[in-house]
T-cell receptor, first 115, second 113 residues
């Protein structure tokens, strides 16, 4: 079982270019999340999806969009990258059925540098 | 405005001694708290959690204490081992927010041999 995979592992991107970060989970979790990690700020939620077909905005959604066409995939798109989007991006998932399922499971991350 | 704060960016501790990591929160609606551990170039991994109906939860060398009146929680690691050297994130969630996580900035723990 792979858990959560993210691609690419790292990327250098010119400002103004479009980029999609991929995230796939094989745990059949209902909820998925995108975070960015920046030094001194911890992890901040960008967008989330409680179930396939629905998405919502997190704390820092500007400049990003997501889609959730199925349970397994949750891509994050930067329509026109800017240097302030240089960060490490983590995808996470959580099973929402039953009780006591509050833990999120994280992927290995994508390191993005916008020049 | 961060609702979860870890005011100590780093902590250095001797192997075998106790590591104490602190976390404060401002949102009184938070009812579930988690600690995550992160190694360089890896994603965060879940370590231990506590519900607001408890004041202590223990799992092996790791114990989390919750003081709701002070809006404060702490993670104790005893004894500390070299493999515990990592960044530790405190996170909080609330039922009325679909249990989305709010994270602190993290504390980097270094365990000295």
């Amino acid at each position: 079982i792979a858990g959560i995979t993210q691609a690419p592992t790292s990327q250098i991107l010119a400002a103004g270019r479009r980029m999609t970060l991929r995230c796939t989970q094989d745990m059949r979790h209902n909820a998925m999340y995108w975070y960015r990690q920046d030094l001194g700020l911890g992890l901040r939620l960008i967008h989330y999806s409680n179930t396939a077909g629905t998405t919502g905005k997190g704390e820092v959604p500007d400049g990003y969009s997501v889609s959730r066409a199925n349970t397994d995939d949750f891509p994050l798109t930067l329509a026109s990258a800017v240097p302030s989007q240089t960060s490490v991006y983590f995808c996470a998932s959580r099973e929402t059925g039953g009780t006591g399922n509050y833990e999120q499971y994280f992927g290995p991350g994508t390191r993005l540098t916008v020049t | 405005d961060q609702q979860v704060k870890q005011n100590s960016p780093s902590l250095s501790v001797q192997e075998g001694r106790i590591s104490i990591l602190n976390c404060d929160y401002t949102n009184s609606m938070f009812d579930y708290f988690l600690w995550y551990k992160k190694y360089p170039a890896e994603g965060p991994t879940f370590l231990i959690s506590i519900s607001s109906i408890k004041d202590k939860n223990e799992d092996g060398r790791f114990t989390v204490f919750l003081n709701k009146s002070a809006k404060h929680l702490s993670l104790h690691i005893v004894p500390s081992q070299p493999g515990d050297s990592a960044v530790y994130f405190c996170a909080a969630s609330a039922l009325n927010n679909d249990y989305k996580l709010s994270f602190g900035a993290g504390t980097t723990v270094t365990v000295r041999a």
